[in-house]
């Protein structure tokens, strides 16, 4: 059974910093892409950042350009989001998503398996 554990999430101030982790456990997660979505209360889930299996040639939402980097650590099959500048409408539940193959894409039918999410909350 595969499981995705996503931790790191909180309340934070403007400006402020959070750094999520991704804890995945039942498969490897070395040769798939990895993403990580948000959605925030009434809005559909959006595509946030999304890593290749090599760890290079990230794609990220306008959104949260310059402001968050995705990273990975095969050796300890987890993903990280670091998100720096925070912004209230920033404001979400945060998911990790297990790719369909080594690509990173923007669509969330390109994952397989989600975490079950963390909130972030940025007050302004």
């Known amino acids: 059974q595969v499981q995705l554990v996503e931790s790191g999430g909180g309340l934070v101030q403007a400006g402020g910093s959070l750094r999520l982790s991704c804890a995945v456990s039942g498969r490897t997660i070395g040769t798939r892409a990895m993403g990580w979505f948000r959605q925030a209360p009434g809005k559909e889930r959006e595509f946030v950042a999304a890593v290749p299996w090599s760890g290079d040639s990230s794609l990220y939402a306008d959104s949260v350009k310059g402001r968050f980097t995705i990273s990975r650590d095969n050796a300890k099959n987890t993903v990280y989001l670091q998100m720096n500048s925070l912004k209230p409408e920033d404001t979400a539940v945060y998911y990790c998503?297990?790719?369909?193959?080594?690509?990173?894409?923007?669509?969330?039918?390109?994952?397989?398996?989600w975490g079950q999410g963390t909130q972030v909350t940025v007050s302004s």
């Open positions: 998503a297990f790719g369909r193959a080594s690509y990173p894409a923007y669509e969330a039918y390109s994952y397989i398996y």
